[in-house]
């Protein structure tokens, strides 16, 4: 299984960007994913998840600036964020989880927001 994040960068406040994150050696539908974040000093939170039917979760501090999706089709999860503000700086990272084929980790993208 290998997840790669990518779309991370360098951005100023009130700005938009979106993340991806592709999957291989999975079969993608049947894993719920997810979108995690590690601050310096903290520890990894969940920012939001999106289970294979669709149904998803946010974190309260990313409601309505964040929007997660998949695309089936082509094994990729995203991540849409608007209106970043400093505390969303992070290494993100992707998920995939199945109660019965476990979870699994993708490397992270580093997010910087920052006037």
């Known amino acids: 299984v290998q997840l790669q994040a990518s779309g991370g960068g360098l951005v100023q406040p009130g700005e938009s960007l979106r993340l991806s994150c592709e999957a291989s050696g999975v079969i993608f539908s049947i894993y719920a994913l997810g979108w995690y974040r590690q601050a310096p000093g903290k520890e990894r939170e969940l920012v939001a998840r999106?289970?294979?039917?669709?149904?998803?979760n946010y974190a309260d501090s990313v409601k309505g600036r964040f929007t997660i999706s998949r695309d089936n089709a082509k094994d990729t999860l995203y991540l849409q964020m608007n209106s970043l503000k400093p505390e969303d700086t992070a290494v993100y990272y992707c998920?995939?989880?199945?109660?019965?084929?476990?979870?699994?980790w993708g490397l992270g993208t580093q997010v910087t927001v920052s006037s």
């Open positions: 998920a995939a989880d199945n109660p019965e084929l476990g979870f699994y």
């Open positions: 999106i289970t294979g039917g669709g149904s998803a």
